[in-house]
């Protein structure tokens, strides 16, 4: 336990913490997509999954430790951005850095940032409703409902740029954190890495342009209501 | 050619300092720019002004000793070259040029450009050594090492610890200099012995000495003058993660 408190209390062991927790939310990615996918098989089919999900304690006990990783990830982030501020007191007059970095680098803490305050209406749009509202809404309703609104999708679709951006450095910044991004795997990481942060939030991306140009606004509003 | 030199002038460690700019006429566009500051300071002496405080030494990028950030970039424009390479044709006729310190926690301003960088010394004084004994020459080939792992330890070796790695780090980590160091005696036999002590007392007299994070984006690779790769720096996550996991 002590050997496990002083590594932590290291830069290395706080990044380890950074990349393990981040790791697992990117797990939590493909799953939310993998399942989201079924909203295009239809209410039943997304009803049906959800409320699978919902039951499944599995899936209950997974659900701490993601609420942990949401919130460990971003607060000790703060606390390294924080210690990193205090080591350069004193700013240079000209700093070329983006000479030397790709941008998504550079934006990790803002990306993070905004990715975060997106999440807390996500959760609030379709979590809580869901989990605690006395009468449970159809998940596929609330879907829809929340997808007719233009400037909820544009808001939905300017965060998945954010998360994309974030994930560009992140994903390969994770394995660097953990010793494993060697002169060996670098290829296969980017490989993956792409996957991460353009693939998947271009399949996050599908949902609200499928559902806003797709879905006419008539249908959405009966189904929000649960006519069938 | 003629330029404009704006530069960092402090006089002690305690009292604040200021940019003062200072127009450098004649400079040949061959000279190096440590070459250019000796230029300008004759001219301040005969002026009875007080030279232009600066780290030097070898003047042909194997010591270590010069360090400054012009232009915005550690060791100035260009790849893979210590002040003292850079030359004054990197530069257009009539630029006003800034040149600053390396700005660190850890890196307080002595005077001018020369910054105290004894927190890279004190981190070597905590491992970076071999302290058994190795004997005498061994006998060729008595020493099995593959070859890229020789080539590996070489490329981390190379690290003359100017520190251009934390001034050009946005968070000011050492990171790309005590992995090079830990690389470098990490991958062979010599080094294995007390691999694991190394990393351990290193990295925590690196977090001791207020560097700040590594956030992975590489700038110190890019401006490192002997171009070492932040594969070290993954190696030396690696071999502290196995300080605690094993």
Redesign the interface.
């Known amino acids: 336990m002590e ?2 408190i002083a ?1 932590y209390n ?7 913490t950074m990349s393990l927790t981040g790791l697992f939310l990117c797990t939590f990615l493909v799953e939310h997509l993998v399942g989201n996918m079924i909203l295009f098989a239809g209410r039943e089919a997304f009803d049906s999954y959800s409320e699978f999900m919902v039951a499944n304690p599995i899936i209950r006990a997974v659900e701490y430790l993601l609420f942990a990783s949401l919130l460990f990830h971003p607060l000790v982030g703060l606390l ?1 951005w924080i ?2 501020k ?12 983006k ?4 941008l998504a ?2 934006i ?1 803490m803002l990306t993070g940032s905004l990715v975060f305050l997106f999440l807390v209406v996500h959760l609030r749009t379709f979590f809580i409703p869901l989990r605690f509202a006395e009468v449970k809404p159809s998940p596929y309703g609330l879907v829809v409902e929340a997808f007719s609104s233009a400037p909820y999708c544009a808001f939905y679709l300017v965060a998945l740029v954010f998360l994309a951006y974030h994930l560009r ?1 992140g994903f ?2 994770a394995f ?8 060996s795997y ?1 290829g296969l990481l980017d490989a993956v890495a792409f996957i991460f942060w353009f693939i998947i939030p271009l399949g996050f991306a599908a949902m609200p342009i499928y559902f806003y140009f797709f879905q006419p606004a008539t249908t959405a509003a009966a189904t929000a209501l649960g006519v069938h | 050619m003629n330029v404009t030199l704006k530069v960092w002038r402090q006089k002690s460690k305690n009292e604040p300092g200021r940019f003062v700019s200072y127009a450098v006429r004649n400079v040949s566009p061959d000279a190096s720019f440590l070459e250019m500051l000796d230029v300008l300071n004759v001219e301040l002496v005969k002026k009875g002004e007080e030279p232009i405080a600066f780290d030097h030494d070898c003047r042909e990028g194997i010591c270590g000793s010069c360090g400054i950030v012009i232009d915005g970039r550690a060791h100035g424009p260009g790849r893979g070259a210590a002040t003292c390479e850079l030359r004054m044709r990197s530069f257009r006729e009539g630029d006003t040029i800034v040149a600053e310190p390396w700005r660190a926690a850890p890196f307080p301003v002595i005077k001018d450009l020369i910054v105290d960088r004894t927190a890279m010394d004190r981190i070597m004084y905590a491992g970076g050594y071999v302290s058994a004994k190795t004997g005498g020459v061994p006998d060729g080939n008595a020493i099995l090492i593959p070859k890229p792992v020789a080539d590996e330890a070489m490329d981390a070796a190379s690290c003359i610890g100017c520190g251009a790695c934390v001034a050009a780090c946005p968070n000011s980590s050492a990171m790309l200099f005590v992995g090079a160091k830990v690389s470098q005696l990490a991958l062979l036999p010599q080094g294995k012995v007390e691999a694991k002590r190394r990393v351990e007392r290193m990295v925590d007299q690196m977090d001791k000495e207020g560097f700040g994070n590594c956030s992975n984006n590489y700038a110190c690779e890019a401006e490192c003058p002997k171009e070492i790769s932040v594969t070290h720096i993954a190696r030396l996550n690696m071999e502290f993660l196995k300080t605690t996991v094993a």
Do not use: C, W
């Open positions: 050997k496990l590594f290291s830069s290395i062991g706080k990044k380890v390294l210690n990193n205090r080591a350069r007191p004193q700013k240079y007059d000209v700093y070329m850095l000479e030397n970095t790709p680098s550079r990790t450095h390969q910044s660097q954190t953990l010793g494993l991004r060697t002169k670098i």
